[in-house]
């Protein structure tokens, strides 16, 4: 009589053996992929963050161009450099940053193509307040979308009225 409870109690030692392994297991594999995930996350968020900042330091040259001594080739040079930066944020910003970016980065399309359109007429002042006034609304509206994500990168906004 005393034989037949040790089989049972051996079944009953593997079968929760089987359990205990396959939850471990499947535990592990969890925790493997949300240490991945967050892994990715924090990587991505690096990512653009980094193209932020990179962004901002190109919008800061603006200060440095030199009309007067580099001519029109120090203003391309900058919207050059300016675009750049714009396409690597744009690669970088995920779905919710992207519609700022895209904002952002049609804006200054707008104002590149006003400043060198050969349609337009020779005194386009106005044109090229209103786009660089939709640059520093974009800009703008990227400094907000990026401050919750990017605490630490930190960008000024600019005063739309003053370009007026």
Do not use: H
């Not at 200054?108 to 609304?137: C, F, I, K, M, W």
């Amino acid at each position: 009589m005393s034989a037949m409870p040790a089989p049972r109690f051996r079944r009953a030692v593997a079968a929760a053996a089987v359990i205990v392994l396959t939850f471990g297991a499947a535990a592990s594999c969890s925790d493997d992929s949300d240490e991945s995930a967050a892994t990715t996350t924090v990587d991505a968020r690096q990512e653009y963050c980094d193209a932020w900042a990179g962004l901002i330091t190109a919008f800061q040259a603006y200060d440095e161009v030199d009309v007067v001594n580099g001519g029109l080739d120090s203003v391309r040079a900058y919207f050059d450099d300016l675009d750049a930066a714009a396409q690597q944020l744009d690669a970088a910003a995920d779905a919710q940053l992207q519609p700022p970016v895209d904002a952002f980065e049609t804006a200054l399309d707008n104002l590149g193509t006003t400043l060198t359109s050969t349609s337009l007429p020779v005194d386009r002042r106005e044109q090229v307040q209103a786009a660089a006034e939709q640059v520093d609304t974009a800009w703008n509206d990227l400094v907000e979308a990026f401050k919750a994500d990017c605490p630490s990168v930190t960008a000024d906004t600019v005063d739309v009225s003053a370009a007026a």
